[in-house]
């Protein structure tokens, strides 16, 4: 084998191990889906994980709808649950959120279909 075809080698190895060690170091934290199901209340216009606390819609009219319908509508987000993490996902390294963008499944806090999993 010739010189220049293992330098060829030498660097596409190079590139492969950078591009996999920064895509463990870059993170990117997950956001709600817009399909997501929310219960929102109407009385303070806020919106609420289906796993909320009693005590946010206690003595309140709630009802579930999809989140970006929820935005359209001018709710905002419930900041106790904001506080309790339910709005946020998992933390995804590079490599894991490029290959959902590609269709392949992961830990996750919603499915595609924005149904919530825990």
Same mark, same amino acid.
């Given at each position: 084998?010739?010189?220049?075809?293992? /330098?060829? /080698?030498? /660097?596409?190895?190079?590139?492969?191990?950078?591009?996999?060690?920064?895509?463990?170091?870059?993170?990117?934290?997950?956001?709600?889906? !817009?399909?997501?199901?929310?219960?929102?209340?109407?009385?303070?216009?806020?919106?609420?994980?289906?796993?909320?606390?009693?005590?946010?819609?206690?003595?309140?009219?709630?009802?579930?709808?999809?989140?970006?319908?929820?935005?359209?509508?001018?709710?905002?987000? !419930?900041?106790?649950?904001?506080?309790?993490?339910?709005?946020?996902?998992?933390?995804?390294?590079?490599?894991?959120?490029?290959?959902?963008?590609?269709?392949?499944?992961?830990?996750?806090?919603?499915?595609? !279909?924005?149904?919530?999993?825990?």
């Amino acid at each position: 084998m010739g010189k220049v075809p293992k /330098i060829i /080698i030498v /660097i596409v190895i190079s590139l492969f191990l950078v591009a996999f060690f920064l895509g463990i170091y870059i993170t990117i934290d997950e956001k709600i889906p !817009n399909n997501a199901v929310v219960v929102v209340t109407l009385e303070d216009k806020l919106c609420h994980s289906i796993h909320f606390d009693y005590i946010c819609v206690a003595r309140k009219t709630a009802k579930t709808m999809v989140c970006s319908e929820a935005k359209e509508k001018g709710f905002k987000l !419930n900041s106790h649950c904001q506080n309790l993490g339910y709005f946020r996902g998992n933390r995804l390294f590079l490599y894991q959120y490029i290959l959902s963008k590609f269709g392949i499944q992961y830990n996750s806090r919603w499915d595609m !279909n924005g149904n919530w999993l825990w």
